[in-house]
């Protein structure tokens, strides 16, 4: 009987794993993370489909039974569920400010963010030398841009975090595109831009420090920063279950949590969780 009853266990756990898991969540997840996604369940038989039609619409088919898994943005006031759900953090949406690597400048402040981007009557921040820049670059004018839609929430998370009222000054260049950002900037007259991420393989720029006072410590946008908030321009994502759904979602989870599952991140333009934390929820993920 016991090698029946092992045949039996495994042919049931290959059931289970191959299960139809309905995965749902923001649109500003994109093509790319639907077509990764789809790849993967598919090539792994995962049996994971997925429908992006929104925080708010993801979380209604969850709590109708319509889905078993979201990955969705709350607002930063908003509470998040409770039992008999689970929500765990697995990416952030930021905002990177970037510049050429040449700028002698290092970090910058909410304030001086203000003063270049907001649409205030007075500003001083007019060339480098304002914010303490010498050398080549000292006279050199600020050149302000912002990635518009095509970065998620990139725009207004910048917008309604950084600045005192999300009105931009006229002189704040609004790029449709990744690329037509990184041309402005990397361009002769140099600039800054803010960016969802710092771009892949381009040596000749750098992210600033960010802090939210002059007295306070500066931080890049790293993994690890953004997990303790002190890099403190984020917004999470999160992924959503039944806690009782756990042991049946178990390998569509396993796989949101991995290290192969940072590309599908990536293709989001969002800053997977550090591993050491991930890792701590896959163990969780086997006594819950």
Do not use: C
């Not at 639907?34 to 088919?61: D, F, I, P, Q, Y």
């Not at 998620?152 to 931009?168: E, H, I, K, N, S």
């Not at 361009?187 to 710092?198: F, N, S, T």
Request: glycine share 8%.
């Amino acid at each position: 009987m016991r090698p029946l009853s092992l045949l039996l266990v495994t042919a049931l756990s290959l059931s289970v794993s191959r299960a139809e898991v309905r995965v749902v969540g923001s649109d500003l997840l994109g093509p790319d993370f639907t077509s990764a996604l789809a790849a993967h369940s598919k090539r792994n038989e995962l049996g994971l489909t997925l429908k992006l039609e929104g925080s708010r619409a993801g979380m209604e088919k969850l709590e109708s039974g319509q889905a078993d898994v979201a990955v969705v943005y709350f607002s930063p006031n908003e509470k998040l569920p409770g039992a008999p759900y689970v929500a765990w953090p697995v990416a952030y949406q930021t905002a990177v400010v970037v510049v050429p690597t040449g700028l002698p400048l290092s970090q910058i402040t909410f304030e001086q963010l203000n003063m270049i981007y907001g649409d205030i009557a007075q500003s001083g921040l007019k060339r480098w030398r304002d914010l303490g820049v010498a050398g080549e670059w000292a006279h050199r004018n600020i050149l302000p841009n912002l990635l518009g839609a095509s970065g998620g929430l990139t725009y207004d998370l910048f917008r309604y975090t950084v600045l005192a009222a999300p009105a931009l000054r006229p002189t704040v260049g609004v790029q449709a595109s990744m690329a037509e950002s990184m041309t402005r900037i990397l361009g002769e007259e140099g600039g800054l831009a803010v960016l969802p991420v710092l771009p892949a393989n381009q040596p000749q720029l750098k992210a600033l420090l960010v802090a939210r006072g002059g007295a306070e410590v500066a931080f890049g946008p790293t993994a690890d920063n953004l997990y303790t908030g002190d890099y403190p321009i984020r917004l999470p994502v999160y992924l959503v279950f039944r806690k009782e759904a756990a042991k049946r979602l178990q390998a569509g989870l396993h796989y949101l949590l991995s290290e192969e599952a940072v590309p599908l991140w990536e293709s989001a333009q969002l800053v997977p969780l550090p591993l050491r934390i991930r890792n701590q929820q896959i163990f969780d993920l086997e006594v819950l």
